[in-house]
């Protein structure tokens, strides 16, 4: 199975500052079409998990463009440009290239 | 507005069954796989297996293979995950995610339910 591990685990904020969450995988995320199935998750505390970036770099509808993905192979990094106190969560990373899906362990990002 | 709407919270003994429903609304069922994914309290994400209804194809973690059944009924547009053989270990909030196949990633999600495995 494709190992994601995340850093921080923690990641203490001033809103308004930027933030910045690594996720690196245990293998290359390339598929053999050529796409690299790197998605980020937010779950807000009490809610399910929301898709905010997909294949990397792609915002999902409605994210605010604050959120930048970015990376390839098996480097990846989200990016919040500006903390905004709607933010405070638990980020996940998920992989989709190979099966099983796997998820990194998650970032919490707090004020 | 795409939606899916899980039952409710399960409280179960070890060595019973649990059997969790997920109704989609809002698109076509049949367009989109089904994954289940589960959260232990406190914890992170854990990935269970998805569901073609189109195609009819399942595809189950190893972890879960023998124990765990992912059926459909398109007619009600519901999706079940059906968990054999409880223990203490799977009480979790369990999800279910629309699987958007052209970008293989999960981009609308269930609300969870709670099942409780307990003596």
Not at chain 1, 2 to 9: D, E, F, G, K, N
Not at chain 2, 46 to 52: F, I, K, Q, V
Not at chain 2, 79 to 94: C, G, I
Not at chain 2, 114 to 119: C, E, N, P
């Amino acid at each position: 199975d494709i190992v994601l591990t995340q850093t921080p685990l923690s990641s203490p904020v001033t809103l308004g500052q930027p933030a910045s969450i690594s996720c690196r995988s245990s293998q290359s995320l390339v598929d053999s079409d050529g796409n690299t199935y790197l998605s980020w998750l937010q779950q807000r505390p009490g809610q399910p998990p929301r898709l905010l970036i997909y294949k990397i770099s792609n915002r999902f509808s409605g994210v605010p463009d604050r959120f930048v993905g970015s990376g390839a192979g098996t480097d990846f990094t989200l990016k919040i440009s500006r903390v905004e106190p709607e933010d405070v969560g638990v980020y996940y990373c998920m992989q989709a290239t190979q099966l099983p899906l796997t998820f990194g362990g998650g970032t919490k990002v707090e004020i | 507005q795409v939606q899916l709407v899980q039952s409710g919270a399960e409280v179960k003994k070890p060595g019973a069954s649990v059997k969790v429903s997920c109704k989609a609304s809002g698109y076509t069922f049949t367009d989109y796989d089904i994954n289940w994914v589960r959260q232990a309290t406190g914890q992170g994400l854990e990935w269970m297996g998805w569901l073609n209804p189109k195609s009819g194809n399942t595809g189950y973690s190893q972890k879960f293979q023998g124990r765990v059944t992912m059926t459909w009924d398109t007619s009600i547009r519901t999706a079940y995950m059906e968990l054999t053989n409880l223990r203490s270990e799977d009480t979790a909030v369990y999800y279910c995610a629309r699987g958007y196949t052209t970008i293989r990633a999960c981009d609308y999600w269930g609300q969870g339910t709670l099942v409780t495995v307990s003596s």
